[in-house]
């Protein structure tokens, strides 16, 4: 019976002791669950770039056709290989074919003038020609159906290639040709008339240059002849000298300091 009461103590005393410890303990605190937004990232487009192409790009040159030139005949074959004779400015040379020398007028084009005349920007044409046809390795003609073989002037009407580029194609280019005298449907018109319209909104040279070496006022300077030399051709001057003898066309012109024919 004592055990019993002992049990009984040691069982109502944990009882307590259990109830007391649950009585302490904390509740138990529930975390909120924040819902973090979800951000979506812009899709940044990138601008496409537009990358300008050069008028070279836009209106590519004529192309010589994958051909065997050698034998060919001008008259007959509508190319030749020819020689260069001599070079009389930015639109006209003189070629050998079949042996003789033919000036030949460039089809298509016109240049400023400096045999008629002189323009502005006249020998700066003539020079380009010439130092591309002097210094060529090869002077391919090229014949149009569609134009005269000859002008009013008897010249040979051609396209004319250099080292495999039309010349044509490269003065207007330069701003050193107008496209002109287009008397028929010439396969190169398209070509020649679109650079042409490009060309001229660059307002280079003939569209809207001076030319340096052309004197624009007309006025006339007084040199000795000793200068002569080192005035630009199509300049006006006035030169005073003893005339010491003539020769044909040529008067021989001398003053204090030198003679000159």
């Not at 899709?43 to 192409?53: A, H, Q, R, S």
């Not at 005298?181 to 396969?187: A, E, T």
Request: aromatic share 10%; net charge negative.
């Amino acid at each position: 019976e004592e055990d019993m009461k002992k049990l009984l103590l040691v069982l109502i005393t944990l009882f307590l002791v259990a109830c007391e410890t649950e009585q302490t303990k904390e509740p138990a605190v529930e975390t909120p669950v924040v819902e973090t937004p979800v951000t979506e990232t812009p899709v940044v487009e990138t601008p496409v770039t537009e990358v300008e192409l050069t008028i070279e790009e836009r209106i590519p040159m004529p192309v010589l056709p994958d051909m065997d030139f050698t034998d060919l005949d001008f008259f007959d074959d509508g190319y030749q290989i020819v020689e260069l004779v001599s070079c009389t400015d930015g639109d006209t040379a003189v070629f050998k074919i079949n042996g003789m020398s033919q000036p030949t007028r460039f089809l298509a084009i016109d240049t400023p003038e400096t045999s008629n005349g002189v323009d502005p920007w006249g020998f700066a044409a003539k020079d380009y020609t010439c130092n591309a046809l002097q210094n060529a390795e090869q002077i391919i003609l090229e014949n149009d159906d569609e134009s005269d073989v000859w002008d009013n002037y008897d010249r040979l009407l051609a396209f004319i290639w250099v080292d495999g580029e039309m010349l044509q194609y490269k003065l207007v280019r330069e701003s050193l040709a107008w496209v002109k005298y287009l008397y028929g449907d010439y396969k190169h018109n398209p070509t020649l008339i679109g650079l042409e319209v490009l060309v001229q909104k660059e307002k280079l040279k003939l569209w809207g240059q001076d030319d340096p070496d052309f004197n624009y006022s007309n006025e006339l300077k007084e040199i000795n002849l000793g200068e002569l030399p080192d005035v630009n051709t199509g300049n006006d001057v006035i030169v005073t000298g003893i005339i010491t003898g003539v020769v044909g066309n040529n008067a021989f012109i001398q003053d204090d300091l030198v003679q000159y024919t």
